[in-house]
């Protein structure tokens, strides 16, 4: 059984940084795409990011592209969301998911099988 757990999440002024944790345990991830999603209050769930399988490869939603860096440590089953210039539309929970089908990361969430529970983060203004 793969279970997702994220980390990290809180409370942060504008412009300052979080660094979002997932870890992935029940199954190896370094065949595993893995991605990122945020859902804010009465809107949907969003892509944020996605990373290959190798780590090669990433890809962003253009609102974070250039302040949020995804990567992974897949020795540690272990990947990560870096969150700069952080702005009060970031808010919102964030999930990490695992694709085991794809080495590629995917904007899709359907392509998704594994989610964790979310962690809020709550940017001020």
């Known amino acids: 059984q793969v279970q997702v757990a994220e980390s990290g999440g809180g409370l942060v002024q504008a412009g300052g940084s979080l660094r979002l944790s997932c870890a992935v345990s029940g199954r190896a991830i370094s065949t595993y795409a893995m991605g990122w999603f945020r859902q804010a209050p009465g809107k949907e769930r969003e892509f944020v990011a996605a990373?290959?399988?190798?780590?090669?490869?990433?890809k962003y939603t253009d609102s974070v592209s250039g302040r949020f860096t995804i990567s992974r440590d897949n020795a540690k089953n272990l990947v990560y969301l870096q969150m700069n210039s952080l702005k009060p539309e970031d808010t919102a929970v964030y999930y990490c998911?695992?694709?085991?089908?794809?080495?590629?990361?995917?904007?899709?969430?359907?392509?998704?099988?594994?989610w964790g529970q979310g962690t809020q983060v709550t940017v001020s203004s």
């Open positions: 998911a695992a694709d085991p089908n794809r080495s590629y990361g995917s904007s899709y969430s359907s392509n998704y099988n594994y």
């Open positions: 990373i290959s399988s190798s780590g090669i490869a990433t």
